[in-house]
């Protein structure tokens, strides 16, 4: 199914990626066309300003060039739109003069005179259609070319050149900013193309995780592991119990041999009686001929679980087993209270596995103490501080009444005790030394409970004072101590239940405790040493 998913997805980000490749390619389609567009424009450009040079009526056959010297001619203040100045002194006396000679030929001479020209005003013709914003024909463009005095010739001939210089120098400016747009366009659909890439790969991913957490909630509740609670997935006492049963099975695997063969095995007691089949594993202890007459006597020919009888070994041994844990807020550091829920499922398992009829308490405790099972085990969070005294007297007033021929107490904690119950029912912290006094009275009283094996797991910490709290109050109780590591806290706890013990050094820094806030002059006293574990 992650597979078949996995293709889909990846089918759906190349489709993704090859439509933004499309678009990418058309853009640069479109720019090369508008380049060569743009080329073609500026050699046109280029030609008229060859044309422009040197002005002929034949070459103003090109309508771009004759817009161009359309345009210059009917620019204002230019030579030909300009008026004439006025004729100064001597001019105007040789004009009398002319005019006064051409008066007396007339008056003597036998010839007529030619008729006088009207003389042309070109110039006021341009200028008056320059400001009316007119513009004038390709006959009149030839006869004003044609007109034109060298000088104006070559003004006009500037005129037109800057004229397509400055069009030059737009178009390139244009196409230089076409460049710079399309080249942003390029860039923002590749960004988008990279970012459509990661959103479909997420996408995808999510599809595949989603599935799988569908199919798995699935099985899930099929399997009756979990359900569903105000809308959220809720798990169950049958998957806690089974994940039990795996951190067991892990946990096993580090023992030594001697201590995996103990866990394996059951109480013992050499006295069996015949009952139906409970269990799978007590298959082994088929008794086939009382099985094969119970199946013929119900009229079928085959074994089933109704007409299967086994040899049950009877115990007489009655366990009951305390497990106390701290889960005050020190607990959240360095995974100290996951460990020991793992730990405690596992020795959970363990003790049910031996002894199936066994009473087990789990009580957590911070400044309260709580009975739970294995589901409220899992789901239980840090608290506030440690009530160690009240734990204790809650194992004393569980195993006093027990008719239990064996009765343990494990104590898992990573500190000192840290307050205490008072005798109206108040919850007293800030005060280490009643805290520790009330914690000894406890564990005198806990003492009194015959066959009790007590035994505490302190967590290892950087301060010896806890070590030393510790040690003083298992050996009131007449108990043993281990000091370990969070990741060994389920190999320890599984050592000491099959009759193991852990290698225990007391620490050089500072004596023991005879008394609250007071260091034991006595000698200490050497343990028993396994070094099947290490300490």
Not at 139 to 155: F, I, K, N, Y
């Amino acid at each position: 199914m992650r597979e078949r998913l996995r293709r889909q997805a990846e089918r759906r980000v190349r489709r993704t990626i090859d439509e933004y490749a499309r678009r990418i390619d058309d853009l640069q389609t479109v720019g090369r066309r508008t380049s060569e567009e743009i080329e073609q424009e500026l050699r046109a450009l280029e030609a008229r300003r060859k044309a422009a040079r040197s002005l002929d009526l034949a070459s103003l056959g090109d309508a771009g060039l004759l817009d161009d010297v359309r345009s210059a001619l009917l620019l204002p203040g230019q030579a030909w739109n300009r008026p004439e100045s006025k004729p100064g002194l001597l001019a105007r006396l040789r004009a009398l003069l002319v005019r006064l000679a051409a008066w007396f030929r007339g008056l003597f001479g036998r010839r007529r005179s030619a008729p006088r020209q009207p003389r042309e005003d070109r110039r006021i013709v341009f200028a008056a259609l320059a400001a009316s914003g007119r513009t004038i024909g390709a006959s009149q463009v030839g006869d004003a070319l044609a007109h034109l005095t060298p000088a104006e010739r070559h003004q006009l001939e500037s005129s037109v050149d800057k004229s397509i210089q400055a069009r030059e120098r737009d178009l390139k400016k244009a196409a230089e900013e076409k460049r710079k747009e399309a080249e942003a366009q390029r860039r923002d659909l590749e960004a988008e193309r990279e970012e459509a890439r990661r959103r479909a790969e997420r996408d995808a991913s999510e599809r595949v995780r989603e599935a799988e957490e569908g199919r798995l909630a699935r099985e899930l509740k099929e399997r009756g592991f979990v359900t569903e609670r105000d809308g959220a997935i809720a798990v169950t006492y049958g998957l806690i119990e089974r994940f039990a049963r795996l951190v067991l099975e892990e946990e096993t695997r580090s023992l030594p041999a001697d201590v995996r063969r103990s866990l394996a095995g059951a109480a013992a007691t050499g006295v069996y009686e015949k009952a139906r089949l409970r269990r799978a594993e007590e298959v082994a202890h088929l008794d086939l001929p009382g099985s094969l007459l119970a199946a013929r006597l119900t009229g079928s020919r085959h074994i089933d679980e109704s007409t299967s009888y086994v040899y049950r070994e009877v115990t007489s041994e009655r366990v009951h087993v305390v497990l106390a844990f701290d889960k005050s807020g020190s607990m959240a550091e360095s995974e100290k209270l996951p460990a020991a829920k793992k730990a405690l499922l596992a020795l959970y398992i363990a003790i049910r596995k031996r002894h199936a009829d066994a009473t087990i308490d789990v009580l957590a405790f911070d400044n309260e103490v709580r009975l739970l099972d294995l589901l409220e085990l899992w789901e239980c969070t840090p608290g506030a501080f440690t009530n160690t005294a009240e734990a204790l007297h809650t194992a004393h007033l569980l195993l006093e009444s027990s008719r239990a021929s064996r009765k343990e107490v494990y104590l898992v904690t990573d500190g000192l005790p840290e307050c205490y119950t008072d005798a109206d029912g108040r919850v007293r912290s800030g005060q280490l030394d009643l805290a520790m006094g009330q914690a000894l009275e406890r564990a005198r009283e806990l003492a009194t409970v015959p066959g009790l094996k007590f035994s505490m797991i302190l967590l290892r910490s950087e301060h010896p004072e806890y070590e030393l709290a510790a040690r003083e109050i298992t050996r009131t109780v007449h108990g043993s101590l281990a000091v370990t590591d969070p990741e060994q806290l389920g190999i320890e706890l599984l050592v000491r239940w099959a009759g193991g013990t852990e290698t225990v050094k007391r620490p050089s820094v500072a004596p023991a405790l005879d008394r609250v806030g007071a260091p034991s002059k006595a000698k200490a006293r050497r343990r028993r040493v396994d070094r099947r574990m290490g300490g």
